[in-house]
T-cell receptor
Framework: DADVTQTPRNRITKTGKRIMLECSQT?????MYWYRQDPGLGLRLIYYSFDVKDINKGEISDGYSVSRQAQAKFSLSLESAIPNQTALYFCATSEGGQGTGELFFGEGSRLTVL | QKEVEQNSGPLSVPEGAIASLNCTYSDRGSQSFFWYRQYSGKSPELIMFIYSNGDKEDGRFTAQLNKASQYVSLLIRDSQPSDSATYLCAGPHDGYKLIFGSGTRLLVRP
């Protein structure tokens, strides 16, 4: 089983719908991240959390919200989806403290907003 | 200016050649850099990380960091068709958020 699991892997929805992408991890890492990937734009940071009580905005947080339900779970919500939120979304984790900073990625969630 | 910049490519090299991938960054406080490889439709995977000025070698891969010039590179020796992928450079911003470049697509011709 993957260490970082994202659900759903693929989702097609309509404009205005609420969508939640879920991420769970078994690596025991404190830090969790949500990134978005668009062709030619690389990975852009949406939100990150360094522990259960810590939530921070990234480069492109507008239109998104997150919830850190537990150390192992970090969810991304689109309250009212719009077509330009069509993208590939990655959850990632990393060690805190003296860790290398290496990110461990989930397999991605492909979201299409019609 | 993006915090981490890469040429999008594609960079095309023949099998067996050296592929050179480059990255510049704007945050002078950045102390560490990462190179990730991403195959089409897959998640990124770490290839190398480097903290110190100079070169770091791991098998066919060499990462180079020049903090004075704010420049990071990845050399792939004896390139193989299986190395064809997008290579993402990443560095910390504000000390801890990992920010990625847009990636360079590498094509290794058999």
């Amino acid at each position: 089983d993957a260490d970082v699991t994202q659900t759903p892997r693929n989702r097609i929805t309509k404009t205005g719908k609420r969508i939640m992408l879920e991420c769970s991890q078994t690596k025991g890492h404190d830090r969790m991240y949500w990134y978005r990937q668009d062709p030619g734009l690389g990975l852009r940071l949406i939100y990150y959390s360094f522990d259960v009580k810590d939530i921070n905005k990234g480069e492109i947080s507008d239109g998104y919200s997150v919830s850190r339900q537990a150390q192992a779970k970090f969810s991304l919500s689109l309250e009212s989806a719009i077509p330009n939120q069509t993208a590939l979304y990655f959850c990632a984790t990393s060690e805190g403290g003296q860790g290398t900073g290496e990110l461990f990625f989930g397999e991605g969630s492909r979201l299409t907003v019609l | 200016q993006k915090e981490v910049e890469q040429n999008s490519g594609p960079l095309s090299v023949p099998e067996g050649a050296i592929a050179s991938l480059n990255c510049t960054y704007s945050d002078r406080g950045s102390q560490s850099f990462f190179w990730y490889r991403q195959y089409s439709g897959k998640s990124p995977e770490l290839i190398m990380f480097i903290y110190s000025n100079g070169d770091k070698e791991d098998g066919r891969f060499t990462a180079q960091l020049n903090k004075a010039s704010q420049y990071v590179s990845l050399l792939i020796r004896d390139s193989q068709p299986s190395d064809s992928a997008t290579y993402l450079c990443a560095g910390p911003h504000d000390g801890y958020k990992l920010i990625f470049g847009s990636g360079t697509r590498l094509l290794v011709r058999p």
